[in-house]
């Protein structure tokens, strides 16, 4: 099993960066497949990045593509997910998410990943 904890977020101006941090517990295997989702209220929870872990493929989702960048220090069994020139639809609930073992063909399905993390709220003012 997998244990994450989240901390980061905020609230921001259009245009400015902040960091998730995402600290994972247990079964922590350098290839495990890391990801964080989002979730807007009154729409369906989105796959935002996606981290093959042991160095490989990181893949994001066109909304968010050059301006979030989805990273692992191995060491701290942390992923990170550092987001930059915010826009107010980014406003989202984040939550991390994992799975022992590689990412699938599957990645970015929420279905995936049985382990979450308790969310973060982050705002984007306009």
């Known amino acids: 099993q997998v244990h994450l904890v989240q901390s980061g977020g905020g609230s921001v101006q259009a245009g400015g960066s902040l960091r998730l941090s995402c600290a994972a517990s247990g079964d922590t295997y350098s290839s495990n497949c890391m990801a964080w989702f989002r979730q807007a209220p009154g729409k369906k929870r989105e796959g935002v990045a996606y981290?093959?872990?042991?160095?490989?493929?990181?893949y994001y989702a066109d909304s968010v593509k050059d301006r979030f960048v989805i990273s692992r220090d191995y060491a701290k069994n942390t992923v990170y997910l550092q987001m930059n020139s915010l826009k107010p639809e980014d406003t989202a609930m984040y939550y991390c998410?994992?799975?022992?073992?590689?990412?699938?063909?599957?990645?970015?399905?929420?279905?995936?990943?049985?382990?979450w993390g308790q969310g973060t709220q982050v705002t984007v003012s306009s």
């Open positions: 998410a994992a799975k022992v073992g590689t990412c699938s063909g599957a990645y970015y399905s929420e279905y995936q990943y049985p382990y």
């Open positions: 981290s093959w872990g042991s160095g490989g493929r990181t």
